[in-house]
């Protein structure tokens, strides 16, 4: 095993224990990948320490029990951390977005419905209108109502989405320009073993909730889900730098990580259980239990603080709490399943459209223009958002109003023709009023926003703002539910002596309840586009409380996985690390080709030969040359020349910290000092400078395959183990080298992509 | 960059307890009534600052619209619901993310118009075209173990330690920008 100053062994030569770890060495370079199994041991040596102390005194007894429980503190401290951020972005946003459309001038500091919260003079047809709540137009013109103070209203709303959308930009731009897309990617990618130094710290995580705000509030077509996330695993990784534990080990850190994004999805739709779902499907690439222990426990905490900061009143515990519970009938499963395949077809469309339009932006000078991209899309977002009601509306507000179902307290204007149809039972006098302008001008309303959501949505995902992708796809789904919805409805009032509608409906009774639709569609939508399938149904009907809703959620979120996977099998997430060539091994595709390891290894026939390093024959110069002529991350350390057998491997990083420490340090070090690997230096003639002994950086074990390894066995290690590169040997001869990218560029040939488009180690 | 996060941190813990302290404004709690039409009385909505308690029809409905025997129908069909706000939260939570906001905009101001501005002024042209070479990336191989390295080495002036810190995010803010802005390899 490598060691860092292991001391156990019986073996141990006396100048082992004056050799301190180098201070360095097991670091990783920025965009490098780790090695867990080296991280894995690293971690074991350290509690094998701890323990073996733990006896001595009750100081040592004190730090075993801190070593033990800080993983809980961690966890704890991040829930705390990701509650208390998304309390504050929830408040600020939903003031800011109102902001666009006025000011209370009693408290400046509440949104519209807190300014009118103790107002009697709310009535039942206007339920927000109240005289302390200004619109611009009645600040700056004196009028409420008429054209001039449309126009007014229009000019304002325009102003303060383009005002959002640059400083929100800009802010990005020049204080943390990787707090910008989702961040679920690159999370995922960071969970698999990738290093991207200064993607989760401390000035990201500022700026992203400062601009995730901003983003909102300027009307962009963009959720917060997604963003949250990120800055519950910023939360996460700067709590674990506080205990040593979780800092110096990479792969520590990562199960810290997978429950910070727990805590991350059950703030942003308080959805706890469904928070561990989404750390365990979508996210993380290694769960065993511990780490479902841990976010369990993250998710509950975070949870625990949102709700308890919650400033809004019992009235938004649950985002869209869905208040009915009527009952549903077996054929409405035939339109549930149609909500599914709209679901998979619209998901596979936008992955593909967004994806066109990312390589676009990424390839050609369209993307050279970040900020005026930024600046354009929210400019046609508020131009054309504005006169339709539903897409003016924060998205929010818009898919609690599609799940409401139209009782008789409601009064949005797409209960109009509701109240109209049942004008003949209860209500009004006059029994022969047909269902009629409500319903038709709500439909098409209803069916250009959805055009336009659709729409742009596509050119929202990427821009260089903090942008979520949840939010947008519910309310597309939730749009296009309601009105099937609707539609059924309709076929159910005017037909009702169809054979199907006659066995289960009675007349004037309500059988279908569209905000049921809704739901279902906003469920399908989501599953078609990320592709998720427990996680999404728990965390659907954790949203809405309708939990005797679980078998339609249920069949629709199926096909619309299985028509979205008909079409291409990854989701947006995956997509986007395949555009981006993160070095991300996917543990859910099978490799069922046939080739061999000496098929993929490195050297192939047209290279030059492995690079490699002798145990004992090299000196500082030679070492120093292979390292300045070779780009490689490592070198297999072999017996010599003639026998070719390996002892170990070197890591570049390593090898060059240990050469400038030995420089430092120790006093006769020269260029042509002999550098050895062994345990004891090789005999050398009397005057030669002092040698260099790097046996401590040297991994004794590495991994080795024969040539005549299958690949997916080859591929199964990488996945199951999380190496960086593997060895392959011939009749215990050293032949070649395979590392992860080769794999990657390997798999990637295989599916006839771009091979050349994988970037990273 | 520590004392920023310091005083964030700080922010976060004063607005976690505030909320809990916060004393309950009488204002802060509702029972809202919503009652539907029924025959000729229009639909209205009823708000009153009563307890839990006290949260029904009959005593938030004032004055009744319809005459005693009519009152249990019309109740039935109204829907009472209790609601509690925190208005202190709201405003303590506003308050600090505009002066966030506010410190960050300045700041911002600062970096990209007036500091090249007054170190201009300050040092000449020559010094600016010097510290702008110091800001390409590092590519040899032995320039990150001096980073790893160097660490330990610290200087005791507190000024120069600020000073040093800054340029070192400087510095990795650039290489953010190159990496996400120019050369499209992350985050596109």
């Known amino acids: ?761 | 960059m520590k004392f920023l996060f310091g005083v964030e941190a700080f922010c976060l813990a004063c607005f976690v307890l505030l909320s809990q302290v916060s004393a309950k404004n009488s204002e802060d709690i509702r029972c809202k009534c919503i009652c539907p039409p029924y025959r000729e009385v229009e639909g209205q909505i009823y708000k009153q600052n009563v307890s839990l308690k006290d949260c029904n029809c009959l005593h938030v409905v004032e004055p009744m619209p319809v005459d005693g025997k009519d009152v249990e129908a019309y109740c039935l069909r109204c829907e009472c619901k209790y609601e509690e706000r925190s208005s202190g939260t709201i405003k303590v939570t506003i308050i600090i993310y505009l002066s966030i906001l506010g410190l960050l905009l300045l700041y911002m101001v600062y970096l990209t118009l007036l500091e090249p501005m007054l170190k201009r002024r300050l040092f000449g042209h020559s010094q600016l075209i010097h510290s702008d070479d110091d800001v390409v990336g590092d590519q040899q191989p032995f320039a990150n173990a001096h980073n790893v390295l160097s660490r330990s080495h610290s200087r005791p002036n507190m000024l120069n330690k600020v000073e040093h810190a800054q340029q070192r995010w400087r510095r990795q803010v650039q290489e953010q920008r190159k990496s996400v802005f120019d050369r499209h390899v992350v985050l596109s």
């Open chain 1, 1 to 761: 095993m490598s060691n860092g100053g292991g001391a156990a062994s019986s073996t141990t030569h006396l100048l082992d224990f004056l050799e301190e770890p180098i201070p360095g060495v097991g670091t990783y370079d920025d965009f490098h990948t780790i090695d867990w199994v080296r991280e894995k041991c690293k971690d074991r040596e350290r509690h094998r320490k701890i323990n073996s102390k733990k006896k001595e005194s009750a100081w040592e007894f004190t730090k075993s029990l801190y070593d033990a429980w800080s993983g809980w503190l961690v966890v704890t401290l991040t829930g705390l951390a990701s509650g208390a951020l998304a309390g504050l972005i929830d408040i600020a946003a939903d003031w800011m977005n109102d902001l666009k459309e006025g000011v209370c001038l009693s408290a400046m500091w509440f949104n519209h419905e807190q300014c009118c919260w103790t107002s009697n003079e709310t009535t039942f047809a206007e339920r927000d209108k109240c005289p302390q709540w200004k619109s611009w137009a009645e600040l700056i013109l004196g009028q409420a109502e008429g054209p001039g103070s449309y126009i007014m209203n229009y000019f304002m709303y325009i102003y303060w989405a383009l005002s959002f959308a640059l400083l929100a930009v800009c802010l990005v731009k020049v204080f943390a320009p990787y707090a910008c897309g989702s961040g679920i990617p690159e999370i995922k990618t960071i969970l698999s073993g990738f290093i991207i130094r200064g993607y989760l710290g401390k000035w990201t995580l500022m700026i992203k909730t400062i601009t995730l705000v901003l983003a909102v509030a300027s009307g962009l077509s963009l959720g917060k889900e997604g963003p949250l996330v990120h800055v519950a695993c910023c939360c996460g990784n700067i709590f674990s730098y506080l205990f040593p534990k979780y800092s110096k080990n990479e792969a520590k850190k990562r199960e810290v990580l997978s429950a910070a994004s727990a805590a991350g999805v059950s703030v942003a739709f308080g959805a706890p259980i469904g928070g561990v779902l989404f750390s365990l499907e979508e996210v993380s690439y290694y769960f065993p239990l511990k780490t479902l222990w841990r976010s369990f426990f993250a998710a509950l905490v975070a949870a625990f603080v949102l709700r308890s900061i919650n400033p809004f009143g019992n009235s938004r515990l649950v985002l869209f709490y869905v208040e009915y519970h009527t009952p549903w009938y077996l054929f409405e499963l035939i339109p549930f399943i149609l909500l599914g395949v709209f679901g998979g077809l619209w998901g596979a469309f936008f992955i593909r459209a967004n994806i066109a339009w990312c390589r676009r932006r990424k390839s050609t000078r369209f993307g050279k223009y970040p900020v005026l991209e930024v600046i354009l899309v929210a400019a046609i977002t508020a131009v054309v958002a504005f006169p339709n009601p539903y897409t003016r509306q924060n998205t929010s507000e818009l898919i609690k109003e599609l799940f409401t179902d139209c009782g008789p307290l409601e009064s949005s204007q797409l209960c109009q023709y509701r109240s109209q149809m049942n004008g003949s039972t209860a209500y009004t006098d006059d029994p022969n009023q047909p269902a009629e302008p409500g319903v038709y001008s709500a439909m098409w309303q209803l069916c250009l926003a959805l055009i336009f959501k659709i729409i742009m949505t596509i050119f929202t995902f990427g821009l260089k703002v903090p942008s979520g992708l949840f939010i947008p796809s519910m309310a597309i789904g939730a749009i296009a539910g309601r009105i099937v919805g609707i539609a059924m409805e309709q076929l159910a009032y005017y037909h009702h002596d169809w054979f199907l509608f006659k066995e289960w409906c009675e007349v004037g009774a309500d059988c279908i309840t569209p905000g049921l639709y809704a739901m279902v569609g906003a469920a399908a939508c989501l599953g078609g586009v990320t592709r998720m399938t427990v996680s999404l149904v728990v965390i659907v009907f954790e949203l809405t409380g309708g939990l005797e809703y679980i078998v339609p959620l249920m069949a629709a979120v199926m096909t619309s996985k299985w028509v979205g996977d008909a079409f291409g099998r990854e989701g947006i997430y995956e997509a986007h690390i395949r555009l981006n060539g993160y070095p991300f091994l996917d543990a859910k595709e099978e490799f069922t080709h046939t080739t061999l390891a000496r098929d993929v290894m490195r050297p192939r026939s047209s290279d030059p030969p492995l690079a490699v390093l002798t145990q004992d024959d090299l000196t500082v110069e030679e070492l120093q040359g292979v390292i300045n002529e070779t780009s490689y991350n490592g070198f297999p350390v072999i017996v010599s020349k003639e026998s070719q057998r390996l002892v170990g491997f070197a890591l570049r990083r390593d090898i060059t910290i240990a050469i400038e420490n030995a420089r430092r340090k120790q006093e006769g070090i020269m260029l042509n000092s002999r550098v050895y690997f062994t345990q004891h230096a090789p005999t050398l003639p009397a005057d030669s400078p002092r040698p260099l002994k790097l046996r401590s950086i040297l991994d004794m074990s590495p991994f080795t395959v024969t040539d005549h390894t299958p690949m997916e066995i080859v591929v199964d290690i990488f996945r199951k183990l999380g190496l960086r590169q593997c060895l392959v040997t011939h009749n215990g001869r050293l032949l070649g080298i395979i590392t992860k990218k080769d794999i990657l560029r390997h798999m990637a040939q295989m599916a006839n992509q771009d091979p050349e488009s994988i970037m990273f180690n």
